[in-house]
């Protein structure tokens, strides 16, 4: 079975800081990563993903994550944040084969002026 | 825009009382996806249509249903909903899906529901 961890459920940051979302897995076979996000009263939409290759992983806005298989991390990160990245973040896991794909409990980043 | 369109936003059903939450989509993708996400909890795949190929988790329950007419549209039925049913309910889309989860899902607003 997989699992996902989001280590932390809230992360306030102030704006123009850093800020780490992370996210830890479990499993035995190779997987595909994912970090969702969900803004206020929007479905969630796809920030980046993991499938193989370079480690190091863009997506939109700004983020990036970074594939750690032997600490099994895919931890998110910005640079610089705005109040418009205040949104729930999801980790997510899946598998090459069957049909199996679990999200995390998910992260809420609120960014303070 | 291209989009996952769930109606409605908000539901209400009596305990027991069958109900049914839609989802359409302009994508014209191949795979439909429903979640169910519990208060502070991780959304859950319920199952899953590629194409017309109903694909169910181990673990939903019978009381879960789900039907694609078409392309475009998908549904979710729960027979007789309990207290525990109460949830949002996402749905979601992929263009492919094959047999490797490494598209990008695409998804709907959600409807939340609520029983009494």
């Known amino acids: 079975a997989q699992s996902v961890t989001q280590l932390d459920s809230q992360v306030p940051v102030f704006e123009e800081a850093p800020v780490e979302l992370r996210c830890n897995y479990s499993?035995?076979?190779?997987?595909?990563l994912f970090w969702y996000v969900q803004y206020p009263n929007q479905g969630l939409q796809l920030l980046l993903k993991?499938?193989?290759?370079?480690?190091l992983v863009k997506g939109i806005n700004g983020f990036e994550a970074e594939f750690n298989k032997s600490q099994t991390s895919f931890h998110l990160r910005k640079p610089s944040v705005h109040i418009s990245d205040t949104a729930e973040y999801f980790c997510?896991?899946?598998?090459?084969?069957?049909?199996?794909?679990?999200f995390g409990t998910g992260t809420s980043l609120t960014v303070i002026p | 825009d291209a989009m996952v369109i769930q109606n409605p936003r908000y539901q209400v059903t009596q305990f027991g009382k069958p109900v049914t939450l839609s989802c359409s989509q302009t994508?014209?993708?191949?795979?439909m996806y429903w979640y169910q996400q519990k208060s502070s909890q991780a959304p859950k795949l319920l199952f899953h249509?590629?194409?017309?190929?109903?694909?169910n988790e181990a673990d939903t329950p019978d009381n879960f249903q789900s039907r694609r007419p078409n392309t475009s549209f998908c549904f979710l039925d729960i027979r007789s909903p309990g207290l525990g049913d109460a949830a949002m309910y996402l749905c979601?889309?992929?263009?492919?899906?094959?047999?490797?989860?490494?598209?990008?899902?695409?998804f709907g607003p959600g409807t939340r529901l609520t029983v009494l």
């Open positions: 979601a889309t992929s263009r492919d899906g094959s047999t490797s989860w490494t598209d990008t899902q695409y």
């Open positions: 499993s035995s076979v190779s997987v595909y």
């Open positions: 993991y499938l193989s290759g370079s480690t």
């Open positions: 997510a896991v899946s598998r090459n084969t069957g049909n199996q794909f679990y």
């Open positions: 994508l014209n993708h191949n795979v």
């Open positions: 249509y590629y194409d017309k190929d109903f694909n």
